[in-house]
């Protein structure tokens, strides 16, 4: 269960950590952030990492194999990275509609799969 609760809150710290650093954008686009200035967005952002945070360490904690999780360093790492790119994918699909997958983008995941069982595998 650790390692089920380690993907899931490395899920919700995506969400969080893509809103922070896309979600000014779209915010811009619509024209509510247009005119702030550039400390005020960063402090918006900031906000909205701080929430990240409160996942991600968690996370890391109790599925760190040196606190009894399940997961070495490398581990977390390729999953937080391939959670983070599942993540970018829904949320640049759904808030910036335009921007559209390409097959370099998919072979590219395919990779990041092949990493993730490379990482897993024994040696």
Known sequence: MTGLYTVLLLFCSNVFMTLAWYGHLRLQQTGVTSH????????????????????????????????????SLVQLKVIQECISLIVFAL?????????????????????????????????
Do not use: D, T
Request: hydrophobic content about 55%; glycine content about 10%; some cysteine.
């Open 91 to 123: 949320v640049a699909n759904i808030l910036f509609q335009g921007q559209h997958l390409q097959w370099n983008h998919a072979l590219a995941f395919v990779f990041l799969v092949a990493a993730v069982y490379l990482v897993f595998m024994k040696p």
């Open 36 to 71: 702030w200035p550039l400390i005020g967005v960063i402090a918006f952002s900031w906000g909205i990492a701080f929430f990240e945070y409160c996942c991600q360490v968690p996370a890391n904690r109790i599925g760190f194999s040196g606190n009894g999780g399940p997961f």
